[in-house]
């Protein structure tokens, strides 16, 4: 099946838009951009569909790559038969890829490969066949050989035992079937290691049984932090008659001479060989589905955080609450310019109460505050008690909110801060960024590494690169759902936009910075390292207030723009409606007419213009 087809099954879609999307993604085109600027193409898939479609279509591919390279060493080793063939067609994952290369893999020196040099795979051969009708050691005797190195009867025996052990090890089939019933009817047990746990973090643990089918993801990474830690002993016990069972199914006939050695060879391929190795692959699986599941919830949780609707038009005091250096405070101005600083102590040990007040209430009147903005870290309690206080007898009107201030250390003492605010210190840096998420929450939170928000657990523990690439792109969809001001967006902010890259935005901000004032979208494409397919990316997203073209404030894309004026020359909307946002009206004034009718009348192919 087709990659295109196998896509379009799996995500619900006609196959003219799973190969559309394929193809957009191929020239390089954003999933921001794909989703809002080509919904025609693809059905009008959201940006998480398309992500996971995109995250699909990367393993797939790695996935027929991974089949050509086994078929080439398999041709190379020629072996390759249709049976192959046929098995390489039918996997669906890189595991059962991986099961059918592991008997043609180059393999380290094993007890197999040792046994195979003495000579002793006939006898192997002789044995796995089971229909002998004299004693194995008979035959044995014949492969005898001081040159070889195999000295007596049982060292050939054991020998052929060991060649027999890596071959049914080696069965991808089997596999599959141990495979599918330790993920159906094992169990993950854990005991406490007590005289490393001292503080006994993981006695829940101490002795534990789940189902591998049922595990709740919260208690795989715990479980794995535990055993990270040696505090706990994991292990993946399955009954043995339902795994030992499926091998004699598969491999054992009954031949009083091969009999005990045929169990004898199972029994070790079991313990030694296959059940370790997929043990691990049971635990990997649980760490992987456990990691993608906390990595979604960090993504859910994410989102509303970053959407969060400013608080525009307000002087904002920030307050970073602490005990032994004092609590931080700076206000900042509508558009983000700090315009104070202190610090004051009313927390122990100086419990400075009433200087605080007196200072603060002065700041308040002086830079006329309209609200504070406490963060919720240490002491926040205590703060939030002494501003409730304070704003009784404030001759200024102010109110207070408290403000998630994860991350904000963080980012006070990075790079990105000394830049912005060179002569503050690192505390002070602190209290601005907290003022700032109660102005505008996503403009503020993207100058923070998305790990060090704070919107889950473990995720230290998570894989690192799918933690940020997932974080990253939750930013991403904010920002361009959202749109920026060409005119005002930091490099930051910018770098977020669809097609635009961290030294793009900085070029951007420079040459803002020359002209003072962008005045509409396509002088862009002066912009220093600005071409036409990432101006085709971005431009949608970018807004420009008081600019020439009353598009240009709008999410209507440039290359839609001809169609537009059309429009609304069709529906006699004003600029001035436009601006009081009833540019949203189009779509039911366009349905009352008939969309045949308005495609006719403008002369443009439906869906093409995107408003």
């Known amino acids: 099946m087709e990659i295109q087809q196998q ?6 879609l006609r196959e003219v838009y799973a190969s559309n999307i394929i193809n957009l993604i191929d020239e390089g085109n954003t999933i921001p951009f794909i989703a809002r600027y080509r919904k025609e193409m693809h059905g009008a898939c959201d940006d998480q569909v398309l992500r996971d479609f995109a ?6 591919r790695n996935l027929n790559k991974e089949k050509e390279k086994v078929e080439k060493v398999i041709r190379e080793q020629e072996k390759w038969t249709d049976e192959i063939a046929k098995a390489l067609e039918d996997a669906l994952t890189l595991t059962e890829v991986e099961d059918i290369y592991r008997p043609y893999k180059p393999k380290r020196k ?6 195979i040099a003495k000579g002793l795979e006939p006898l192997a051969d002789i044995i796995l066949a089971q229909d002998l009708t004299a004693p194995v050691e008979e035959l044995a005797k014949d492969y005898i050989s001081e040159e070889k190195g195999v000295k007596t009867v049982e060292e050939a025996i054991a020998g052929a035992k060991d060649i027999i052990a890596e071959r049914i090890s080696d069965d991808a089939n089997l596999r599959k079937t141990l495979r599918e019933i330790i993920e159906k009817k094992a169990q993950i047990k854990s005991s406490w290691v007590e005289e490393e746990d001292e503080k006994k973090t993981y006695e829940n643990y101490k002795d534990f049984t789940g189902e591998v089918k049922n595990i709740p993801s919260h208690r795989v990474l715990a479980l794995n932090r535990g055993e990270k830690e040696k505090c706990l002993k994991v292990d993946v016990d399955v009954n043995l008659k339902f795994t030992i069972t499926e091998i004699e199914k598969a491999y054992k006939k009954d031949c009083e001479y091969t009999n005990q050695i045929m169990d004898d060879t199972i029994a070790d391929c079991y313990d030694r060989l296959l059940f370790p190795s997929l043990e691990r692959e049971c635990r990997n699986m649980l760490t992987d589905k456990a990691n993608e599941q906390a990595i979604k919830m960090f993504e859910v949780n994410l989102k509303p955080l970053l959407l969060q609707a400013p ?16 609590c931080k405070i700076a206000v900042i101005d509508a558009k983000g310019d700090v315009l104070d600083t202190a610090v004051v102590h009313p927390t122990p040990p100086q419990n400075k109460v009433e200087e ?8 308040i009147v002086k830079n006329k505050v309209d609200i504070i903005a406490i963060g919720n870290g240490t002491a926040s309690k205590e703060s939030e008690i002494l501003v409730a206080d304070l704003i009784k007898a404030c001759p200024r009107k102010v109110s207070y909110a408290m403000v998630n201030e994860a991350g904000a250390s963080v980012y006070s003492a990075s790079k990105l801060a000394a830049k912005e605010f060179p002569d503050y210190d690192v505390n002070l840096r602190s209290a601005v960024s907290i003022a700032r998420r109660l102005q505008d929450p996503l403009a503020e939170l993207i100058k923070i590494d998305v790990k060090s928000i704070g919107v889950g657990q473990y995720q230290h523990d998570m894989p690192q690169n799918r933690l940020t690439e997932v974080l990253t792109n939750t930013v991403e969809d904010c920002v361009n759902s959202v749109g920026v001001d060409l005119n005002t967006a930091s490099v930051s902010l910018l770098s977020y936009v669809s097609g635009i890259s961290g030294s793009l935005a ?4 420079d040459y803002r910075s020359q002209v003072k004032h962008i005045s509409n979208r396509e002088e862009l494409l002066q912009v220093k390292k600005m071409g036409p397919k990432a101006y085709e990316q971005c431009a949608g997203f970018l807004r420009i207030t008081d600019g020439n073209n009353i598009l240009d404030n709008t999410a209507v894309h440039p290359e ?16 001035a409606q436009i601006k009081a946002g009833e540019l949203t009206m189009l779509p039911s004034l366009i349905n009352q007419k008939g969309e045949v009718n308005v495609a006719d009348a403008i002369g443009v192919e439906i869906g093409r213009a995107h408003v």
């Not at 995250?55 to 797939?60: A, E, V």
């Open 7 to 12: 896509l379009a099954l799996e995500f619900n």
């Open 55 to 60: 995250d699909r279509l990367n393993y797939l």
């Open 110 to 115: 094993t007890r197999a490969t040792m046994a």
């Open 311 to 326: 608080l525009k038009n307000n002087v904002i005091m920030g307050y970073d609450p602490g005990y032994y250096n004092g």
């Open 356 to 363: 605080a007040k007196k200072k603060l209430t002065e700041m």
């Open 506 to 509: 900085e070029n951007i901000v």
């Open 560 to 575: 839609s723009y001809d169609a537009v004026n059309k429009l609304l020359k069709l529906f006699n909307l004003t600029d």
